[in-house]
């Protein structure tokens, strides 16, 4: 099955973004050669974009801290295990704590950092981070892999605390998913969402319907129109039957 994500506002949105940048860091770090840790680098100088946002860091606590509380009227109930509740707790106070004593703006450790600014000031140049642009920078990809993999791992040691709080928020909203089988009426969907805010939804189906989700919504309404590829790739209408998976996440 294909997963489908898809953001119901910009809070999520933002969170998802990042998620997707972490994990592309965390692939192309790992890796030996110097192209790969181009690409890391790259990544790094992407997350800082995003998680510049100036109200992303008190969101992410303020949300862990209402979902603290949340978690917290569940202590008393029997039909919750109280060892899994003590678990995620911890890890929310621990992430909370690690947030909270993060100082500055987040960031700001590459921004100061001069040479970095350099490479990511080429970057928005097609081809600018060629050796004859960038010599210091040619060399330090010459330098032993695992020198070059430590390096961009202190440069992405300060999100740390960011990611950990992220991947808390989300993993608790897909939690929250309500899951129903449905399908299209003409290649399309539509489900009637009462005024009752989500915040996420998600699409599973099988890729061998060949069917890719164009998705819309407001707090009303959520549209979903399929569509498929032909041989150039361009997106055509799908007129079929196309049965999913549909969950609706709120937190």
């Keep these: 099955m294909i997963l489908y994500e898809y953001p119901l506002n910009e809070r999520i949105r933002t969170l998802l973004r990042l998620e997707d940048l972490f994990t592309r860091l965390d692939h192309f770090m790992t890796q030996p050669g110097p192209l790969e840790h181009h690409v890391a680098i790259t990544t790094l100088f992407e997350i800082l974009e995003v998680a510049s946002r100036a109200d992303l860091k008190s969101d992410l606590l303020q949300e862990l801290e209402r979902q603290r509380l949340a978690l917290g009227a569940f202590r008393d109930n029997p039909a919750v295990s109280a060892a899994a509740l003590d678990q995620v707790l911890a890890q929310i106070d621990a992430a909370t704590q690690a947030l909270s004593t993060s100082s500055g703006r987040t ?22 981070t060629c050796e004859f642009d960038l010599p210091s ?36 909203l897909r939690e ?59 997106p055509r209408p799908f007129d079929g039957v196309v049965e999913f998976d549909l969950s609706l996440c709120s937190l």
């Excluded at 960031?107 to 600018?128: F, P, V, Y």
């Excluded at 390096?151 to 808390?168: E, G, K, M």
């Excluded at 489900?191 to 407001?218: C, K, T, W, Y």
């Design 137 to 172: 920078y040619h060399a330090w990809q010459h330098r032993d892999s695992e020198q070059r993999r430590q390096d961009i791992d202190s440069w992405a040691a300060p999100f740390r605390p960011l990611r950990d709080c992220l991947v808390i928020v989300l993993q608790l």
């Design 176 to 234: 929250s998913a309500h899951r129903s089988r449905v399908s299209t009426h003409q290649g399309s969907y539509q489900q009637a969402l009462g005024g009752r805010v989500f915040h996420m939804l998600q699409i599973r189906l099988d890729p061998a319907s060949g069917a890719i989700p164009e998705i819309s919504a407001n707090k009303y309404m959520l549209w979903i129109r399929f569509t498929m590829q032909g041989g150039d790739l361009r």
């Design 107 to 128: 960031g700001q450790h590459l921004r100061d950092n001069e040479w970095l600014m350099s490479i990511r000031n080429r970057t928005g140049i097609a081809g600018g």
